[in-house]
């Protein structure tokens, strides 16, 4: 954790004074931090509230963790300058970010939050976290391509993680992976000569898509876990 988190900082840039005051105020309890009055130089979150003698010099800010449904044709892109982008079609006053991407075609879960410690989370499990499809294709599941699809198959240089590949019916199956390479799924069909017709991601970890319709939304649990 680098010193740029520490109360200390926040009281320096804040106030406009020096170490050693900001050290002093901290010392004698002068400060409140999420309500709990600190003696010490502690960590601080962007969503904390922060008051020093009396004063609010950080309001408290509202957290929000979003399950929405992408539609199919809609960029996962707050850019405005690009057409068809995810911020011309959420319904929200406070700016979300998405976690993660689903790219135009594909339908299906899509999380939003304004936490950044979210990120940070993603980047160091990006190869941990469960993300389920279903996946409709063009021609006949064979016992070949369910083999191959869950072993592993060689695009863009790689080769993918084993996965988790089961068919649902004749032209459809539902896919589980750990990995987040572009346009994953659909690459790899293509490898064995199929083409992918609908992609739904229908679960990201513990959160599920469930009843929701394109566009619609629901708040979820805090997305950090321990």
Do not use: W
């Not at 490898?191 to 959160?207: F, G, H, P, T, W």
Request: charged letters at 30%; a neutral charge; aromatic letters at 8%.
């Amino acid at each position: 954790m680098t010193f740029r988190n520490r109360l200390q900082y926040f009281l320096v840039k804040r106030l406009q004074i020096s170490n050693k005051k900001a050290l002093e105020l901290i010392s004698v309890g002068a400060c409140r931090v999420a309500s709990k009055q600190v003696f010490e130089n502690v960590e601080i979150q962007p969503f904390e509230e922060i008051i020093c003698e009396g004063e609010i010099l950080r309001e408290e800010k509202k957290l929000y963790y979003i399950a929405f449904y992408k539609p199919v044709g809609i960029e996962t892109t707050l850019n405005q300058a690009i057409p068809d982008n995810l911020q011309a079609i959420l319904p929200f006053e406070e700016k979300l970010f998405p976690v993660g991407r689903l790219d135009k075609a594909s339908e299906g879960l899509l999380l939003l939050t304004n936490d950044g410690r979210v990120f940070d989370k993603t980047l160091r499990k990006e190869h941990q976290t469960e993300k389920e499809y279903i996946v409709k294709v063009d021609k006949p599941i064979t016992a070949s391509f369910i083999q191959q699809m869950s072993s592993g198959i060689t695009i863009m240089g790689q080769t993918t993680l084993p996965c988790l590949v089961e068919a649902i019916d004749e032209y459809n199956f539902r896919i589980i992976l750990v990995q987040g390479l572009n346009r994953q799924i659909r690459r790899m069909c293509y490898k064995l000569d199929y083409e992918v017709l609908s992609l739904k991601r229908i679960r990201i970890d513990q959160v599920h898509l469930g009843d929701l319709q394109p566009n619609e939304y629901r708040e979820v649990g805090e997305l950090i876990g321990e």
